[in-house]
Every structure is written in C-alpha cells, then in structure tokens.
C-alpha cells in the first residue's frame, strides 16, 4: 500500500544530542514538508521540499536542517542549536502543485520526541 | 499574510446530531484552497475535505460539508449524524501559493471535538 512511514514513532534523546527523524513516502509524490506540532497548537512548517535536491526554509527552521537526495526520502535533523525540540513532528507529501484534490496533504502517523 | 483562526478550542455534541466547526481565513490571495483534517488521539493527520477558492457550490463528503462563505472568509466545517469515532482535534487549513511559486498551507490551531454517547 502506498503511504508515508515516519520512524521512530517515540524518541528520546539528551539534550545537546543532534537526532535525525526518518521519512520515507512511496506515492511518487514531488513534494515533502516537515511540520512541528506543540500541545494545543496547530502545526508549524519547518522545511519543505518541491523537488530532489532543492528545499526552502519554512517558519520555524531554525535549529533544524533537512535533505533530500532521493525522491522519497526527506529526513530531518533536529540538531543541538533547537532550544525547544521536544515536540511532536510530522512529515507529509503532496503532488507538486494544488491541481489534483487542492494539492491535498498526505501525512505520516508522526515521531515524537522528547528531549530529556 | 495568510491566517486561519479558529475560535473554539473545545466543542461538545451530543451522538447522532450535526455540530458545526468554525474557521476564518485571511488572505489578500484570489486563488487558495481550504481543507479541513481530523487528528484522532494517535496522531495521524487524515484529509477530510477540500473547498477551491473558485468554487461556487459547497463541498460535501460524506458526512462531512464545507460551509464556504467567501465574502466573510469563512470555511466552516459541519459533521452531521456525529458517531463517537468523530471525537478528535479537528484543523482547518489554507493552501496558497508563495511569490517564489511553492505551494505552502498554514493551519489554525485546532478544536478538540467531542461526542457524547
């Protein structure tokens, strides 16, 4: 079945600890997004990705940094300069562009990572 | 800059009657989308419905429909014949397109719905 898988599912790390979420989508989508969730919040855009090789800065990239060298893949760094990154994160995809279905977003079941 | 507010951070409704979820939209933009996704306590996020900035007819799904008022900016989102699965943090959220030609959407904040049997 195609899908996005997000791994971990939980994750907890030291603080100071650089962690890398995975995201791997299999429905030939072009773009990719990582998005922060905080309780009672809704979610804030970190990076996102309209092609291999290209990503953009969202609202909140800093602390953070991503890749993506493949088409499905797009992991995302949490590195040690976040001061807050405990928090629940969410990679989604879409076909490039709102033509199809408004360009609707397709998630992954999300990783929540908690810093200690 | 693009902006989706929803005031009601709770809402209680009773099993198998219709409830209505609010959502206010700013932007300057003419062409956007609106969505509205359901995240249920495990934390998926799951696509519920899609209403163009063009469109003229509302959207339905199911039992899901978009109540789309153009001229009030407002895309509100009624569940009729609420089951107990309905219980869920609901987000309303705005597709636009950047200057740079990315497509980006913002969300609000969220209503925690709840159904009571």
Not at chain 2, 17 to 46: H, N, R
Request: some cysteine.
């Amino acid at each position: 079945d195609g899908g996005i898988t997000q791994s971990p599912k939980y994750l907890f790390r030291k603080e100071g600890q650089n962690v890398t979420l995975s995201c791997e989508q299999n429905l030939n989508h072009d773009a990719m997004y990582w998005y922060r969730q905080d309780p009672g919040q809704g979610l804030r855009l970190i990076y996102y990705s309209q092609i291999v090789n290209d990503f953009q800065k969202g609202d909140i990239a800093e602390g953070y940094s991503v890749s993506r060298e493949k088409k499905e893949s797009f992991p995302l760094t949490v590195t040690s300069a976040q001061k807050n990154p405990t928090a629940f994160y969410l990679c989604a995809s879409s076909i490039k562009g709102p033509k199809v279905r408004g360009g609707e977003l397709f998630f992954g079941e999300g990783s929540r990572l908690t810093v200690l | 800059a693009q902006k989706i507010t929803q005031t009601q951070p709770g809402m209680f409704v009773q099993e198998k009657e219709a409830v209505t979820l609010d959502c206010t939209y700013d932007t300057s933009d003419q062409s956007y989308g609106l969505f509205w996704y359901k995240q249920p306590s495990s934390g998926e996020m799951i696509f519920l419905i899609y209403q163009g900035s063009y469109d003229e007819q509302n959207a339905t799904e199911g039992r899901y429909s978009l109540n789309f008022q153009k001229a009030r900016k407002s895309a509100n989102l009624v569940i009729s014949a609420s089951q107990l699965g309905d219980s869920a943090m609901y987000f309303c959220a705005m597709s636009y397109i950047t200057q740079g030609g990315s497509e980006k959407l913002v969300f609000g904040k969220g209503t925690k719905l709840t159904v009571n049997p």
